[in-house]
């Protein structure tokens, strides 16, 4: 009997084969595709949930007053956020303002001792307490929370500044604003222009 070689079969063997090898390069795509796109949206997520926690992390501002009759003022503020409280000694703060085309900067951390800042009940200079409680500096912002802070004028950092410029009296005299901001730990801050329009300890500068 004679053989004979089936072309027919021949082909549909080879475009089986050929079919076979197009579904697992497919598979292989599809695989690498899906894994990325995992990667992708795993990180779309942690970016949202970091830049939320960010937008909501604020400093309100409720008020302000003339504190003494020389460079002081009160502040009132509300901290608010998603995200983790945040150490007192990590919140930046900058008093300034512009005369005559020079500008006057005090600045320092909310945990700082300003040598005007009232006496605490644990006997140290207080900066910050919160608002309704004992005058005792905190260890951290706690989110919903509202806090007197103390701004002393001068120039200078911290408990080591001097003079009088960009406080109440000072902006007073002079007829300009100070500005006073608030730096968060981690990124941003939030100012508030102070005015003084009555020279009188308890007026409001905000």
């Given at each position: 009997?004679?053989?004979?070689?089936?072309?027919?079969?021949?082909?549909?063997?080879?475009?089986?084969?050929?079919?076979?090898?197009?579904?697992?390069?497919?598979?292989?795509?599809?695989?690498?595709?899906?894994?990325?796109?995992?990667?992708?949206?795993?990180?779309?997520?942690?970016?949202?949930?970091?830049?939320?926690?960010?937008?909501?992390?604020?400093?309100?501002?409720?008020?302000?007053?003339?504190?003494?009759?020389?460079d002081d003022y009160l502040l009132m503020f509300e901290y608010q956020s998603l995200g983790k409280n945040v150490?007192?000694?990590?919140?930046?703060?900058?008093?300034?303002?512009?005369?005559n085309d020079q500008i006057s900067r005090r600045m320092g951390y909310l945990g700082d001792q300003v040598g005007?800042?009232?006496?605490?009940?644990?006997?140290?200079?207080?900066?910050?307490?919160?608002?309704?409680?004992?005058?005792?500096?905190?260890?951290?912002?706690?989110?919903?929370?509202?806090?007197?802070?103390?701004?002393?004028?001068?120039?200078?950092?911290?408990?080591?500044?001097?003079?009088?410029?960009?406080?109440?009296?000072?902006?007073?005299?002079?007829?300009?604003?100070?500005?006073?901001?608030?730096?968060?730990?981690?990124?941003?801050?939030?100012?508030?222009?102070?005015?003084?329009?009555?020279?009188?300890?308890?007026?409001?500068?905000?």
């Open positions: 009997m004679e053989n004979k070689n089936d072309t027919l079969a021949q082909v549909g063997i080879g475009a089986m084969i050929v079919f076979i090898g197009i579904i697992i390069a497919v598979s292989s795509s599809m695989y690498v595709m899906i894994n990325q796109l995992e990667r992708i949206s795993q990180g779309a997520e942690s970016t949202i949930s970091v830049a939320t926690n960010e937008a909501h992390t604020q400093v309100i501002f409720v008020g302000g007053w003339v504190d003494d009759a020389f150490q007192t000694d990590e919140v930046a703060w900058v008093l300034w303002c512009e005369f005007s800042a009232p006496v605490g009940t644990n006997g140290e200079r207080t900066t910050i307490w919160e608002v309704g409680g004992e005058i005792l500096r905190p260890d951290e912002l706690i989110s919903g929370k509202r806090y007197f802070v103390i701004a002393d004028g001068g120039t200078g950092s911290g408990n080591t500044g001097g003079g009088t410029a960009c406080g109440p009296q000072w902006i007073f005299d002079r007829g300009v604003t100070a500005y006073y901001s608030i730096y968060l730990p981690g990124g941003g801050h939030t100012t508030q222009e102070l005015r003084v329009n009555v020279f009188e300890v308890g007026e409001s500068v905000t």
